[in-house]
Nanobody, 115 residues
């Protein structure tokens, strides 16, 4: 079983919104910093948003003011919502769980922003 299971990608029009979900085990959810990264073709992977166990969040400059990361302890799920999507948001989005040297990655979900 994959430790991180993502869903919610797809084709979105510019100006629209999307919400990505990442579900994990209770152990990972309770102990790891959870986050989202993205990688566009030909680009390096970059951080989109991170959220701690205490729900402190940080955002990458590229989405600051447009993104919200949240976590639902009842569902062991972390969400990423991005509003006012732009073509430059097109990328593969990856869920990440980190705790010291322990790191898990999801399989990635593709987001395409295009009219």
């Amino acid at each position: 079983q994959e430790p991180l299971v993502e869903s919610g990608g797809g084709l979105v029009q510019p100006g629209g919104s999307l919400r990505l979900s990442c579900t994990t085990s209770g152990s990972i959810f309770s102990n790891y910093v959870l986050g989202w990264y993205r990688q566009a073709p030909g680009e390096q992977r970059e951080v989109v948003a991170l959220i701690t166990i205490g729900s402190t969040s940080t955002y990458g400059d590229s989405v600051k003011g447009r993104a919200t990361i949240s976590r639902d302890s009842a569902k062991n799920t972390v969400y990423l919502q991005i509003d006012d999507l732009k073509p430059k948001d097109t990328a593969d989005y990856y869920c990440n769980a980190s705790w010291g040297m322990r790191v898990h990655w999801g399989q990635g979900t593709q987001v395409t922003v295009s009219s």
